[in-house]
């Protein structure tokens, strides 16, 4: 029997994907706050659903805690949000951009330096584009780097590098919780998100709003999407 975890301060909600879960014979735990998922969370769970907004944390960030200590475990972050709002969950009141699909590195760079010192995501599957994106940062005096993890990310700040281009091999999601957790130390530096071909693979789906891009469900959402996640989870 899979243990499952749900976290929402909507109690109602919270309870009733409880109930769903336990007709369909899940050992299930409801917790309604960041504090109580993390007490919750050390009996155990497989699978975790948990919204973004809650009334002592954000959901990324409990993200990022519960995937550290059990990292077994599947995260699954639920939210009415568009992909906007949960940037700004994660951005420490910085400013962030979104910019889909066939982005020209000129743009980029005019974006970034609009939302200096924020987040820009950029959904762009094209071949070698950070390569293109560093060379256009370059052109126009600023100094970039092309990481791939937070280590990378915190060697280029100490290097003065004005601008992060952090190319995502993993989830959206798994790549904000890897911010989070270097985000303080990363004052005064532009990061710039690229969602490359390893992500954008889903055709006909927005990717920037697709489970598998995101790691994320959006409410309201049927339950048999649930179920679907919990079959992909065995």
């Known amino acids: ?3 499952v975890l749900v976290v929402d301060d909507n109690e109602d909600l919270a309870d009733g ?3 769903i879960l336990d007709d369909e014979g899940y050992e299930v735990y409801a917790a309604y706050d960041g504090k109580m998922a993390l007490e919750k969370a050390r009996e155990g769970f497989d699978l975790a659903f948990v919204d973004i907004k809650l ?5 990324v960030t409990l993200f ?5 200590t059990y990292p077994k475990s599947k995260v699954i972050l639920m939210t009415g949000f568009r992909i906007e709002q949960v940037l700004e969950t994660v951005s420490n009141g910085n400013p962030v951009a ?3 699909s066939n982005s020209e590195p000129d743009k980029v760079v005019e974006t970034a330096k609009a939302n200096r010192h924020g987040i820009v995501l950029v959904d762009n599957p094209s071949l070698g584009f950070a390569e293109q994106l ?4 370059s052109a126009s005096g600023a100094k970039a780097a092309i990481v791939t993890n ?7 700040h100490r290097q003065s590098t004005n601008i992060i281009i952090y190319e995502l091999d993993n989830t959206v999601i798994s790549g904000l919780a890897e911010y989070i957790n270097i985000r303080d130390q990363l004052s005064g530096t532009t990061v710039i998100f690229l969602i490359g071909e390893k992500l954008n693979s889903e055709q006909g789906i927005d990717p920037l709003r697709s489970l598998s891009i995101t790691g ?8 048999d999407q649930v179920m679907d996640i919990l079959q992909r989870a065995a």
Do not use: H, W
Request: include cysteine; proline fraction near 8%.
């Open 1 to 3: 029997m899979k243990r």
């Open 17 to 19: 994907l409880s109930m």
């Open 55 to 59: 009334p002592d944390t954000n959901g």
């Open 64 to 68: 990022s805690q519960l995937t550290r």
């Open 98 to 100: 979104v910019l889909r």
């Open 134 to 137: 560093k060379q256009a940062i």
């Open 150 to 156: 937070g280590e990378q990310a915190l060697d280029a």
């Open 216 to 223: 994320c469900i959006y409410k309201p959402f049927d339950p």
